[in-house]
């Protein structure tokens, strides 16, 4: 059974820095990684979706890594801001086509 | 990037009586809609699979006669609570993969608050 764990659980950091999200799974035979956004009280926004194939994903100031062979995964947040302030979720699909989803971190940048 | 919808987004309830949640696509078809869970401070756990045309698959622990699913279309799961107890009170999320084989991406829709007193 495929197991998804994220660390830190909590992360505060004062704005501007950059900051690394964890993110591992037990089952390395995935089919693709996704983190998203968690506001309180909403639903899931997409952030970044790494294929089995690719290494790494680049949105704007975030960039996602993977590395299927170890279990791991990171999500960098450069130069943060606190709009970024949320729960980030890592989620992975393996064999059934839903996603297995890690607890989180919730992330809370200081102006 | 393709839309998933909610509706209600969110509802409350009195002990005993059913609600029912409906999840749609709003600019693509999907043969197959995922409905979860999340509880305050927890993730998203996986409730059941809902399949166009044909019964709902269900994860081990989930009550598939508390829980009904139905996808009469290729748009449109509901998820209904029969008989729905505080306990059920939760965030209901759904979701549609877009797309075909092993890369699709999966889209999900804003969530709703079930509060049941």
């Known amino acids: 059974k495929q197991e998804v764990t994220q660390i830190p659980a909590a992360l505060s950091v004062p704005e501007g820095e950059n900051l690394v999200l964890n993110c591992s799974f037990t089952d390395s035979a995935i089919y693709n990684l996704q983190w998203f956004r968690q506001d309180p009280g909403k639903g899931l926004t997409s952030l970044l979706l790494?294929?089995?194939?690719?290494r790494e994903q680049t949105s704007g100031r975030l960039n996602a890594s993977l590395d299927k062979s170890s279990g791991r995964s990171t999500l960098y947040i450069a130069a943060s801001q606190p709009g970024d302030s949320a729960t980030y979720l890592c989620a992975v699909r393996t064999g059934r086509r839903a996603l297995t989803f890690g607890s989180g971190t919730r992330l809370q940048v200081q102006p | 990037g393709a839309v998933v919808s909610q509706h209600p987004s969110w509802v409350i309830c009195k002990s005993g009586t059913s609600v029912k949640i409906e999840c749609r696509s709003l600019d693509f078809q999907a043969t197959t809609m995922f409905w979860y869970r999340q509880f305050p401070k927890q993730s998203l756990m996986l409730m059941a699979t809902?399949?166009?045309?044909?019964?709902?698959?269900?994860e081990q622990g989930v009550e598939k006669d508390k829980f009904l699913i139905n996808h009469a279309s290729l748009t449109l799961s509901t998820l209904t609570v029969t008989s729905a107890h505080p306990e059920d009170s939760s965030f209901y999320i759904c979701?549609?993969?877009?797309?075909?084989?092993?890369?699709?991406?999966?889209?999900f829709g804003p969530g709703t608050r079930l509060t049941v007193t």
């Open positions: 790494i294929q089995s194939s690719q």
């Open positions: 979701s549609a993969p877009d797309g075909g084989g092993s890369s699709y991406e999966q889209y």
């Open positions: 809902s399949n166009e045309g044909s019964k709902a698959t269900y």
